[in-house]
């Protein structure tokens, strides 16, 4: 049994690995929010999977804006693509400030313990997916509310092969997911290293104390990390939306842990470590799909975690966002 | 080094109770402890001094299991206690205090003397759940000893308050006696005079007097001159990770290289 | 720290029914011996008494009152005592607790259908299975900081539910069914006439398990909750007890103290993961069959939620807040439905304005409100750097 399972693995060696690279771009730029928040304020903003969520429903919204396209391509795809990236980071974006606002701030006014603040963030989690679930995707989708909790649909590109090297192929959507993930990466580091806002960031992840003796506002760098890491998920969203075309209220939960996993395996509060965690999370996945079964995908994914943690705490390269240069 | 007349016989005598042999600290690329050797006698009181940074309390991190040196061994009555987990080592007899109180701030205090002196007691689980009688003989000697400790330290009037509304001098007498809990060999004290009042610092050096007298060895770290000069039997004096200088309080006073590391004049200057 | 002369009437009223509270722990600490025994045992007498139909046509008009106790009223208590020695005493966030529930639901159904050993063997070995792959889980993973803990045991809880589903051994998706209740003990049955019929207990068979009368199988849970109080409570006022409440607080310094801290928190796991399997075997015993979605991550964050509404570290409070959250939604027909949604919005409020629950032990209290809470402050007010070696002591 097991050769035949990692012969599968062989002979699909490159439809594994753009899966595994596509997947992992996804979790990267998820990761992202995880990063910068925990570098931030040492907090894991449990309901970061639902602001990913909300990304999904703001991607698909605008789709149903524009009329449910069913099948663009050329410039037209690439620029619904571009739109449906900046709803998703608008929406994302938007919520996780609110939810920084209506669920951390207080805490961090009253000096709570990090328990507390891990507690609260479960509780928003579980508060925005019902929310989605009981009632907003009901009304927004004109749909009973016994069938809140179904996925919903949001197809609107066939997903044809565009590269052909030999037995190498790329679709057109995974090539999409992957160079925009990527494009959105370097943004992010170039807007972290090179702005005064950026600059601000990492100098109340290297010692808040000092920063804010420094001048620097924290509930300002708070708030833009937030913004920064929503936006982030937002564009992941759309992206989702482009590779797997549908969503669901609890679309966040499994993802948000890989992505949280990812950011630990990166080495969490560093940004480049969240790309490298992603992509390398999305690629043991794959294989491990490809060698165990599809079914066994999750339980892989997890079993890296408790590995990664028990072995190397600080992830691949290092904690610390103050050395996102590294 | 420099042993000299003046010295009551019996001090002298002392065997080691502890040795660092050789100790190095590096962290990264910064040396905290370079290359120091240190034996400290059974029954005396021992002083580590020397200005800020000059690696006192990564000497004391070391001895108590907190780092394990890069170099060099740590003896403990007769066996190497370095790589030794903290626990082991608080059970072989080496207790602490720290700089900054780290009490147990929202237990009483005698809860707080009592997790000490649990350091040697042995009810696992079982003994626990069932109530068994061995396990509340055990409670009881702990609670016994526990308020005749606090009793010792002189905050037994206190002992059911909570440890964090103790006023400041308490707590670092609490902090004494969860440690002398332990029933400990060697006391190690981490500035314990710090922000203390002229009297309470008269009342600690009878403490540590008392301390003492009842066989243990003390090895502290202190800034104020006058106390040390008053109970040290010998003084080490540490600068930039390394030992230079160590004697009795009279020679350490008039050393120059010790007045000029206070001063802050380069060590290879003298 | 709190100033309290100086704030709004909400905090003050707050203060008022907290004051409320210490006194009555306070007369509680200071009564005598023969008088806390007395209040033990109008409680068991009034917890016997509970399953009355009287009592249940208000407290349950929708549901069987009898059922509606054993689980989940009964099996939350249970659960939540469990969790409460991780989370309240050690200080550990255990988010995947639901596991242990699962290897004694499963415990019960393998062995039960397949293996056809008796409930009360099965009972013990699913404490102890339980018991191991809660060390299992904590050897390798309590050296960790907490958050990190907490991400792990999720993590945990998700694998076990995964690998349920996938393995057809044990039924995959569709679990197993025909699970045996436990042997009945006796066929004796309370007097059908005037007075236990009037305080509602009349004609009850209490030790025979059936599939129609709840009322034994509740009896079964409350034998279980309290001999799963008797040992926490135990275990709170020992050294081991004292041992947990110094690692929450100052856990490097506890180690200095000669504490084996490792040691204890991983005690505390076995213990919490075998209270939790205990819950898992009884409650298997009682509902025929299971199906891995009887083990979701939502029923570990209900547990943690009951524990932390209740007052974490305090086990009336514990078992209050899980009584509160089983109820409540059974109770107020239509909010079943947005139960969840109710959980979520009370966690943050909870947080926001009373971390300690609502009727804390009064050291947890403390701890809460001044950010030490067993894990160190939040973020930007107190946190350092990450690259502080965990092991830092002094200077």
């Known amino acids: 049994m097991k050769a035949t399972t990692l012969n599968n693995l062989f002979s699909q060696f490159w439809p594994y690995t753009i899966d595994g690279l596509s997947l992992g771009a996804i979790y990267a730029l998820v990761a992202l929010g995880y990063t910068m928040v925990y570098g931030v304020l040492r907090l894991i903003n449990f309901a970061h999977s639902e602001i990913f969520m909300i990304g999904t429903f703001g991607a698909l919204g605008t789709l149903h804006l524009f009329g449910m396209p069913s099948n663009v391509g050329g410039f037209a795809l690439v620029a619904l693509v571009l739109a449906l990236a900046v709803a998703g980071g608008i929406a994302s974006g938007g919520s996780a400030v609110i939810l920084e606002y209506v669920a951390y701030r207080p805490l961090r006014r009253n000096n709570a313990s990090r328990l507390a603040a891990l507690i609260s963030a479960i509780g928003a989690s579980l508060f925005l997916q019902q929310l989605f679930a009981r009632l907003v995707i009901p009304q927004a989708f004109g749909l009973p509310k016994e069938k809140g909790a179904l996925p919903v649909q949001g197809h609107f590109v066939h997903h044809t092969n565009v590269i052909h090297i030999g037995g190498f192929e790329l679709s057109n959507d995974r090539l999409i997911v992957i160079v925009g993930a990527v494009l959105m990466m370097v943004a992010l580091d170039m807007f972290v290293n090179r702005t005064k806002l950026g600059r601000g960031i990492r100098a109340t992840a290297q010692d808040p104390e000092t920063a804010v003796l420094m001048g620097v506002n924290i509930d300002r760098i708070v708030t833009a990390t937030f913004a920064l890491g929503g936006a982030m998920a937002g564009v992941a969203a759309a992206l989702y939306m482009l590779r797997f075309e549908e969503t669901r209220f609890d679309v966040g939960f499994l993802l948000g842990i890989k992505a949280f996993t990812a950011a630990v395996l990166g080495g969490i509060g560093n940004l480049r470590g969240a790309l490298v965690g992603g992509i390398v999370l999305g690629l043991i996945e794959m294989y491990g799909s490809a060698v165990f079964g599809s079914e066994w995908q999750n339980v892989v994914a997890f079993s890296v975690l408790v590995l990664v943690l028990m072995f190397r705490p600080t992830g691949i390269l290092g904690e610390s966002l103050q050395q996102a240069r590294a | 080094m420099s042993e000299t007349a003046g010295v009551p016989a019996e001090k002298k005598t002392g065997t080691p109770v502890l040795e660092l042999r050789g100790i190095t600290m590096r962290f990264g690329g910064v040396v905290a402890i370079n290359g120091l050797n240190l034996a400290i006698n059974e029954g005396e009181i021992f002083a580590l001094i020397g200005p800020n940074g000059a690696g006192k309390t990564t000497v004391f991190n070391v001895v108590t299991g907190v780092y394990r040196p890069t170099e060099g061994q740590v003896v403990f009555a007769g066996s190497r206690i370095d790589g030794k987990k903290r626990y082991q080592v608080t059970k072989r007899g080496v207790a602490r205090t720290f700089q900054n109180v780290r009490l147990f701030h929202n237990m009483s205090a005698l809860e707080n003397v009592m997790v000490g002196a649990d350091a040697h007691h042995r009810t696992g689980l079982a003994g626990a759940a069932l109530g068994l009688p061995w396990h509340r003989r055990e409670e009881r000697d702990g609670r016994a000893k526990a308020e005749e400790l606090l009793e010792f330290v002189g905050v037994a009037r206190r002992m059911e308050e909570t440890a964090k509304n103790l006023p400041y001098g308490d707590q670092r007498r609490l902090e004494i006696a969860r440690a002398l809990a332990t029933d400990p060999k060697l006391l190690l004290l981490d500035e314990p005079a710090a922000g203390m009042n002229p009297t309470e610092k008269e009342e600690l050096q009878g403490l540590i007097r008392k301390i003492r007298d009842t066989g243990r060895t003390v090895l502290l770290i202190e800034h104020d001159m006058s106390l040390i000069m008053g109970i040290s039997d010998r003084i080490a004096v540490l600068d930039f990770g390394q030992k230079i200088a160590e004697g009795l309080p009279a020679e350490i006073q008039t050393n120059q290289r010790v007045i000029d590391a206070y001063l802050g004049v380069p060590a290879d200057a003298s | 720290m709190n100033d309290t002369t100086n704030r709004n009437p909400l905090s003050r009223a707050r203060d008022g029914y907290s004051s409320f ?125 907490g958050d990190y803990l907490a991400i792990v045991t999720l993590g945990f809880g998700e694998i076990v539910r995964i690998v349920a589903n996938n393995t057809d051994y044990i039924g995959g998706p569709r679990g197993i069914g025909g699970i045996p209740h436990p042997p009945s003990l006796s066929e004796w049955t309370i007097p059908d006439n005037g007075f236990f019929d009037a305080i509602g207990i009349g004609g009850v068979q209490p030790l025979k398990y059936g599939a129609l009368d709840g009322k034994p199988y509740y009896y079964l849970m409350l034998l279980l909750i309290v001999a799963a109080i008797i040992f926490a409570k135990r275990l709170e006022n020992s050294r081991v007890g004292r041992a947990w409440a110094s690692i929450r607080e100052d856990e490097d310094a506890a180690e200095l103290m000669g504490v084996p801290t490792f040691k204890f928190k991983l005690a505390a796991f076995a213990i919490g993961a ?62 079943q439905e947005y139960r969840v949604l109710v959980f979520g919005g009370v966690l943050v409020l909870l947080m926001i304005f009373r971390p300690e629950g609502l009727l804390p032990s009064r050291r947890r209290k403390a701890e809460l409100a001044e950010g030490e809470g067993g894990m160190g402050g939040l973020g930007a007010e107190v946190g350092g750097p990450v690259t502080v070696a965990a092991g830092e002591v002094g200077e």
């Open chain 3, 274 to 335: 075998a209270i939790g399997g205990a819950g898992g075997v009884v409650y298997a015993s009682q509902s025929v069959s299971i199906i891995p979605t009887n083990f979701p991550f939502i029923l570990s964050a209900t547990i943690l939620a009951a524990v932390v509404l209740g007052g974490s570290g305090n086990l009336p409070g514990v078992i209050l807040g899980a009584f509160l959250v089983a109820w409540i939604p059974e109770r107020i027909r239509g909010l």
């Open chain 3, 21 to 145: 509270f210490d006194t009555l722990r306070d007369r509680w600490a200071t009564a005598p011996r023969w008088a806390r025994w007395v209040v033990y045992l109008v409680l068991i007498v009034l917890a016997i008494l509970l399953p009355a139909d009287g009592v249940g046509s208000f407290m349950s008009p929708y549901t069987d009152w009898p059922t509606l106790l054993f689980f989940p009223i009964g099996g939350y208590i249970l659960l939540a005592i469990g969790l409460n020695v991780v989370v309240g005493q050690a200080g550990l966030l255990d988010l995947g607790y639901v596991a242990f529930f699962a290897i004694g639901g499963y415990a019960m159904a393998i062995f039960g259908t397949k293996m056809h050993m008796s409930f009360w063997e099965i009972l013990v070995v699913g404490v102890l299975l339980s018991a191991v792959s809660g060390i299992i889980l904590g050897a390798p993973t309590l050296r960790l900081r």
